[in-house]
């Protein structure tokens, strides 16, 4: 799917055409992977106008990945904040999806160069349903990658950085060339760790079990919604290590991420999962979407108004 090009770009301080938004070829980012990253979205509310979903945590986990890598970022948490409500105000859009990049640009080579300058910025662009449009109601097939994820102590799956995304580019295109949409990848150790792109949640006899950090994954903040649901639905949820057999004896199963929203896995290797019913999905579901309609109260203050 092409890139829905918007008008503007917030790089290193300033708004500046779109085109112009350009690196040179030897930016340390593009040799390394060496970019610490954000996707988020901004959804169009009725009650209290466009709001960026979870904005403040995602810019924390923006910080604490680029610290990881070395990575400087010459501005405050609150003035990203303010930076990515001005790009989607001043690109006039009223939903969108951010990419927020801070990474090392051009200037000195070498895995360990220390002086390249420290790039940074933002883009707000129109973009549907990641996993396409009947995957938010009907679920999505997915496949076990043949690729395992990487393992503790090589790169940290919990820093979000584009060098991770190649293991994501394997399971991905591997699960597309096998004829379904998404990959899971399991950890070093052959548990459940999670999808090219999305956290997983495995239900089983009325219990949810999703697997830890330790697990290969990127703490996800969809992740983190979706346990502050469950919670509130008084449903167990146990964070553990998931063997995989588990996936073909679910009742239900789920992913989630800022792309990917709330989305059933309808079938697992060609096996479909439970009976297809799915209540604990769905009100899950009901909760998510329900904070972009209003029929779900915000009391965690997680909608940030673009404007004001
Ligand atoms: N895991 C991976 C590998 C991801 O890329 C993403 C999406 N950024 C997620 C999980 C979900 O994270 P979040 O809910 O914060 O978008």
Known sequence: MPIQE?????????????????????????LYGTCAFEGLRAYKTPHKGTCIFRLQDHTRRLFYSARIYGIGIDYTEEEVNEACKRTVRENGLESAYLRVNAYLGYGEMSPSATGCPDDF???????????GEEAIEEGIDAVVSSWRRTAQGTIPAGAKVAGNYLSSRLITTEAKNRGVVEGIGLSHDGTVSEGGGENLFIIKDGRVLTPPLAASILGGITRDT???????????????????????????????????????????????????????????????????????????????????
Do not use: C
């Open 6 to 30: 918007a008008k503007l770009i917030w790089k290193n301080g300033e708004l500046i055409p779109w085109a112009e938004a350009t690196t040179h070829v030897l930016s340390h980012a593009l």
């Open 226 to 308: 979706a346990m502050t649901f469950l919670k509130q639905m008084d449903v167990e949820i146990t964070e553990q290590a998931i063997p995989r057999e588990l996936l073909y004896g679910a009742d239900e199963i789920f992913m989630t991420g800022t792309a990917a929203e709330v989305t059933p896995v309808r079938a697992i290797d060609g096996l479909e999962v439970g009976t297809g019913d799915k209540p604990i999905t769905k009100e899950v579901q009901k909760r998510f979407f329900g904070l972009f309609d209003g029929t779900t109260e915000d009391e965690w203050g997680w909608l940030e108004p673009v404007e004001g």
């Open 121 to 131: 910025v933002i883009a707000a662009f129109p973009w549907g349903r990641y996993l």
